[in-house]
């Protein structure tokens, strides 16, 4: 099991660029996530999706695109890039099933940075 | 949506134990702590999960009271190691078990 697989590790964009960060996960799980952690800062949840084509918004998703199409991948687009989105990204992914067992497994991050 | 508060940094030394508490006034009935552990350039890790009272597993305990608006994560004998953040997450079912991350703990042990 490689668990939550995301590419790429790093990455310089110009402002105004376009990009697709990709999140691939090989648990089988329902839930997959997206954060971004600014220097010093804690996660800020971008978007999350509870199944293969349900999606919805978390506390951050200006600027940003999700789609789930398989229960694998949940890729997330980057339209129009602004130096503001400069940050470290995380995907994750849990069961999230019934009660507990919401144990998250995270990606090693990409590190983003817009110029 | 139960928010979490916790203390932005604890410093210990090499040995000691470390208690780091979460309040979490607004939990649901059904809703579980968890806490997660963060090293510089590296995505969390789960620690712990748990409902109530006590539960401890190879790496730490969490200590939650009856009335569950607070948890305490307790670390045994810290190492350099454990030098991290630390995440107290409450799962709330209500929004579809969605993941939200607070500002974390900064432990920082000492030689």
């Known amino acids: 099991n490689a668990g939550v697989t995301q590419t790429p590790k790093f990455r310089i964009l110009k402002i105004g660029q376009s990009m697709t960060l990709q999140c691939t996960q090989d648990m089988n799980h329902n839930y997959m996530y997206w954060y971004r952690q600014d220097p010093g800062m804690g996660l800020k949840l971008i978007y999350y999706s509870v199944g293969a084509g349900i999606t919805d918004k978390g506390e951050v998703p200006n600027g940003y695109n999700v789609s789930r199409s398989t229960t694998e991948d949940f890729p997330l687009r980057l339209e129009l890039a602004a130096p503001s989105q400069t940050s470290v990204y995380f995907c994750?992914?849990?069961?999230?099933w019934g009660t507990g067992n919401t144990e998250a497994f995270f990606g090693q991050g990409t590190r983003l940075t817009v110029v | 949506l139960a928010k979490t508060t916790q203390p932005i940094s604890m410093d210990s030394y090499e040995g000691q134990e470390v208690n780091i508490t979460c309040s979490h006034n607004?939990?649901?009935?059904?809703?579980?702590i968890t806490w997660y552990q963060q090293f510089p350039s590296q995505g969390p890790r789960f620690i712990i999960q748990g409902y109530k009272t006590k539960v401890t597993n190879e790496v730490a305990s969490l200590f939650i009271p009856a009335d569950r608006k607070s948890s305490t994560l307790s670390l045994p004998r810290v190492s350099l190691s454990d030098t991290a953040v630390y995440y107290c997450?409450?799962?709330?079912?209500?929004?579809?078990?969605?993941?939200?991350f607070g500002g974390g703990t900064r432990v920082l042990v000492k030689p």
């Open positions: 607004n939990i649901a009935t059904n809703d579980y």
């Open positions: 994750a992914s849990s069961k999230g």
């Open positions: 997450l409450v799962n709330d079912q209500a929004a579809g078990n969605k993941l939200t």
